[in-house]
């Protein structure tokens, strides 16, 4: 989908329309559309995935800045040999990425955030 703005409004084109085929609607109806379309989409997230709820030391922890990996891991009861086997990473890069002195590859943090139950957001 193409869409251009002028003039307040905004021209929309679907990829797949025959040529020349648009819609022209005011931005701000466009605009109306795109936050309604996001609440859906995190309204059918919740809906999916049961909410859990942390502790408020937890919570505190992580906005001290304390490793949100240790942080969540240590919460889950897990060692870091047991989360470093779980997610596919030695042992020492997890103690690394934990102490901050290493970043995990995008591939190794969505394994260790899938190992402890969170997002990757959640974790960075």
Not at 27 to 33: A, N, T, V
Not at 78 to 86: I, R
């Amino acid at each position: 989908m193409m869409i251009r703005f002028f003039q307040g409004a905004a021209l929309i084109r679907a990829a797949h329309a025959a040529k020349g085929a648009a819609a022209v609607i005011p931005k701000s109806r466009l605009e109306g559309f795109i936050a309604r379309l996001e609440d859906a989409v995190d309204h059918r997230a919740l809906r999916k995935k049961k909410p859990e709820y942390i502790p408020v030391a937890l919570a505190e922890r992580l906005l001290a800045g304390d490793s949100a990996i240790r942080v969540f891991r240590e919460w889950r009861g897990l060692t870091q040999s047991e989360l470093a086997k779980k997610a596919g990473v030695g042992k020492s890069m997890l103690s690394q990425i934990e102490n901050g002195s290493k970043d995990p590859s995008l591939a190794t943090a969505r394994r260790l955030a899938e190992c402890l139950g969170v997002t990757l957001d959640e974790i960075f």
